[in-house]
Every structure is written in C-alpha cells, then in structure tokens.
C-alpha cells in the first residue's frame, strides 16, 4: 500500500509542449502566460515560456539595423507540468489556438525531447553568435564605399561572401580596376 500511494503522489516531470497563437500575438500570448504564472502562482507548474527567435542585422542606407525574426511564427513553447487547471488555462489565452498535435477533445502532445533540444539549442547558439546579418546586396549591383580610404568611390560587386559578411568590389581607381574587399556596412547601395 505504501509503495502505491508514494507512485501517485510522486510528480510527473515536466514536458515541452507548443502552444499555436495568432500570428503576431505570440509575446503577448508569452506576456499573459507569464502574468497567469504569477497571478495563479503556477511557477511549479509552468516554468518556461519561450519563442524561438534571433537578431537579425541589415543595412539600409549606411546604417546597421537591427530587428528580431521568430524561428516559428504562431507558435509558443511552454515546458509545464500539465494539470487539469494548466490545461484550461493555456487552452483558453487570448490570442491562443490551443495546443499542436491536440486530438479534438483529447490531451495535448508533448513534443520529443529531441526536438526541444534542437530548438533550445539553435536559440542558445544564436544568442551566442554576435551578429547575423542578412546579405541586401546582389551581384553586379553598383554601391558606394562610405567608410575607410576609398570613401566616396563606385563600385559594381563582383563576389558576396555572406559568411564572413564581406563583398568583391571592383572599383576604379586611376583609370583601373581594382578590386577591393569590403564589408557589408563598409558600403551603401547607389541610389540610381
């Protein structure tokens, strides 16, 4: 009898599980989830609430930008220890469409564990990454040198590099091309 009731009161481990939301609502589907946890006092039932999502850097006009894109729009991830009342909750968030994977009427699904450790572990290694820039230039595409000791010159690109961020650029200087390599905040698009 003792070994019975020690298995039903033993808690079950906490699952990742992905929550669907209306797109462009998923931080303040996030935001609610976070001030339910606070209100209810759920923090033993619910502790993360995670959207996967990176920075992201451009260049426009000379200047560096910087914005934030989620891996997974309209989606949330939430690791809880799903109870009747967590369930109902999370079903029931404004901006919220339940759960994925959710059979009509049915439990939710957690997802694998090796799923989570592949998401959790690209966040972690964006988060590490110092910038990502994405390339907003084209082969054969004139730009102006705004910045080092070709400022001012016009070139056409000949080669993009997006993994070290740098451009081919060739550039006439005394009546010969020269090629010169640039990166990408080094130059700006000539405005034709």
Do not use: H
């Not at 619910?46 to 990176?54: A, D, K, N, R, T």
């Not at 059979?103 to 699904?109: R, T």
């Not at 972690?124 to 084209?138: F, K, L, Q």
């Amino acid at each position: 009898m003792d070994e019975v009731e020690k298995t039903i009161k033993k808690p079950k481990a906490k699952r990742w599980y992905v929550l669907r939301a209306i797109g462009g609502q998923e931080k303040k589907v996030k935001e609610y989830i976070e001030s339910q946890i606070t209100l209810l006092n759920l923090g033993d039932y619910i502790s993360q609430v995670l959207i996967p999502s990176e920075k992201v850097y451009q260049v426009r006009n000379g200047k560096k930008y910087s914005t934030e894109r989620t891996f997974f729009p309209g989606y949330v991830l939430v690791e809880c220890l799903l109870t009747q009342q967590v369930t109902g909750i999370l079903r029931n968030i404004p901006g919220g469409l339940g759960f994925l994977g959710e059979s009509k009427g049915g439990d939710p699904l957690p997802i694998r564990e090796v799923e989570v450790n592949r998401i959790l572990g690209k966040v972690d290694e964006v988060t590490t990454e110092e910038e990502v820039i994405e390339s907003p230039y084209a082969l054969g595409e004139n730009v102006k040198v705004v910045d080092g000791p070709f400022n001012g010159f016009i070139g056409i690109i000949e080669d993009i590099n997006d993994e070290k961020k740098k451009l081919k650029v060739m550039v006439k200087i005394f009546g010969r091309k020269t090629p010169l390599e640039l990166g990408y905040v080094q130059v700006e698009k000539v405005k034709e």
